[in-house]
């Protein structure tokens, strides 16, 4: 039940957050238009690389991609990547049998440890990729990865 | 606006470690609801993340990370009482930014 005055509080920070959407929503219009719309919306291994710029990445075992090889829940995946090449500045994580390949992108500015996990939706059992962007040339890590259970609704 | 984000910071051995939870649905416009008609995308599209004002990672986001992201990163350097900041902005055009302490 709501008493008078968290009405009056709510219907306060309603007003805030408006005012505040406003604002904030003139901005980052700027910072989404960096978004690689044409790798996001990548059909093809070979398409999405070239969006990326990345031709003909070379598979190098120094890029490390840790993962579970069983996904019971294909709608959290977790995925991690470890570069040790040097001057690695680029970190993406691809699926090859999901409707767009490229799941996420990081840019590894050169405070940054090239080691960064996030958790991904995969709709059935497919080649997982690390993609890493060391010294302006493009190297990978595959493992497949098992989805009992598809995780893009339907 | 969204939901704020859980931000932990930790500083052991030189490195900083920082694990963030984020507040979103991450729909991707694949999915249909009960009445059979397509629920539009609507996903965190960049992830920018700051060390004391510096920009030490941006990130680039499609609709198959998972709902309420959750991501792990690394920064060299760093030390109990800096401040790591992250930011994002969604394919509406909405934007949330946390704060949090290292420790």
């Not at chain 1, 406003?22 to 980052?28: N, R, S, V």
């Not at chain 1, 958790?119 to 040339?137: C, E, F, H, P, Y």
């Not at chain 2, 599209?45 to 004391?52: D, Q, T």
């Amino acid at each position: 039940m709501l008493n008078q005055t968290s009405r009056r509080q709510l219907l306060k920070n309603g007003g805030l957050l408006g005012l505040i959407a406003t604002f904030g929503a003139a901005i980052p219009r700027l910072a989404y238009a960096a978004w690689n719309k044409a790798a996001f919306e990548g059909k093809t291994l070979p398409d999405t690389y070239k969006a990326m710029g990345a031709d003909g990445p070379k598979e190098s075992g120094e890029v490390q991609l840790i993962a579970s090889d069983i996904a019971e829940n294909g709608a959290v995946v977790p995925l991690q990547c470890v570069s040790k090449l040097p001057n690695t500045t680029q970190i993406a994580f691809l699926v090859e049998k999901n409707p767009n390949m490229l799941a996420a992108s990081f840019d590894i500015g050169p405070d940054m440890v090239a080691d960064v996990t996030t958790r991904i939706k995969m709709g059935q059992t497919s080649n997982v990729i690390a993609l890493v962007k060391a010294d302006g040339k493009f190297y990978t890590a595959t493992k497949e990865i098992k989805v009992t259970l598809g995780g893009c609704g339907g | 606006m969204g939901h704020p984000m859980k931000i932990r910071a930790a500083s052991k051995g030189g490195v900083t470690e920082v694990k963030v939870l984020m507040n979103h649905e991450m729909e991707t416009g694949f999915r249909k609801d009960s009445s059979g008609n397509v629920v539009p995308a609507w996903f965190i599209a960049e992830v920018v993340a700051k060390l004391n004002g510096k920009e030490v990672m941006t990130a680039q986001w499609g609709p198959s990370v998972s709902k309420n992201p959750y991501l792990a990163f690394k920064i060299k350097g760093g030390k109990a009482g800096d401040k790591v900041a992250i930011t994002w902005t969604d394919s509406k055009g909405d934007t949330r930014t946390d704060e949090a302490t290292v420790s």
